[in-house]
């Protein structure tokens, strides 16, 4: 199973610009990368997923460069509600291990 | 969108009884769900994994004897905390898996308190 790895927090201001970058060295072929944010006492939320280049939805894009060692989560704009933890987790979903462990996630704390 | 219920929300319980905990997905069939607990400021461990008409597969770690799970049905799987103590207090998370897209949908989950 692909591991990931991500910084354990970030800091920014409202307004700004957020990118996350996830490590996943050992992608294999058939794995896709999905990225969920978890609100405390809550359970994570799908934000998007992507399996190469660009994909972009109405709340982020999802940067994923050719070799699929890492992904890049960027959010734009943000705003204090978007305090929240953002796990990456990559997965063969139709396959045998589908299983999708959680890595320690990134804390975002927003500023106003 | 998908959409998984999770019931309830909240439980308190004495040491030594039991507590059940439902996971339903209202407008999908999932044939795969994942339990999931998590302790204050940790990551979600994935406890065990559940399909539909089939035994559960545990987790390294996780006992089967004290976390029971069944998926009866397509749409609804169960965790029973049994003999439940102190140490098990902690949130409980369950998912359920679009065969489509792999794309997870999370319960709200259930803060559990023994006491």
């Known amino acids: 199973l692909a591991k990931t790895t991500q910084p354990i927090s970030m800091d920014s201001y409202e307004g700004q610009e957020v990118n996350i970058t996830c490590s996943h060295n050992n992608i294999a072929t058939n794995d896709y990368i999905t990225w969920y944010q978890q609100f405390p006492s809550q359970g994570p939320r799908f934000i998007i997923q992507g399996y190469k280049t660009k994909v972009t939805n109405e709340v982020a894009s999802l940067f994923i460069p050719a070799d699929r060692k890492s992904s890049t989560l960027s959010l734009p704009r943000v705003s204090l509600s978007d305090t929240a933890v953002y796990y990456c987790?990559?997965?063969?979903?139709?396959?045998?291990?589908?299983?999708?462990?959680f890595g320690t996630g990134t804390l975002l704390a927003v500023q106003p | 969108g998908a959409v998984v219920s999770q019931h309830p929300s909240r439980v308190i319980c004495k040491s030594g009884t039991s507590v059940k905990i439902e996971c339903r997905s209202l407008d999908f069939q999932a044939t795969t769900m994942f339990w999931y607990r998590q302790f204050p400021k940790q990551s979600l461990m994935l406890m065990a994994t559940?399909?539909?008409?089939?035994?559960?597969?545990?987790e390294q770690g996780v006992e089967k004897d004290k976390f029971l799970i069944n998926h009866a049905s397509l749409t609804l799987s169960t965790l029973t905390v049994t003999s439940a103590h102190p140490e098990d207090s902690s949130f409980y998370i369950c998912?359920?898996?679009?065969?489509?897209?792999?794309?997870?949908?999370f319960g709200a989950g259930s803060r559990l308190t023994v006491l």
């Open positions: 998912s359920a898996q679009d065969r489509g897209t792999g794309v997870l949908t």
């Open positions: 987790l990559v997965g063969d979903y139709g396959g045998a291990t589908n299983k999708l462990i």
């Open positions: 559940s399909n539909e008409g089939s035994k559960a597969t545990y």
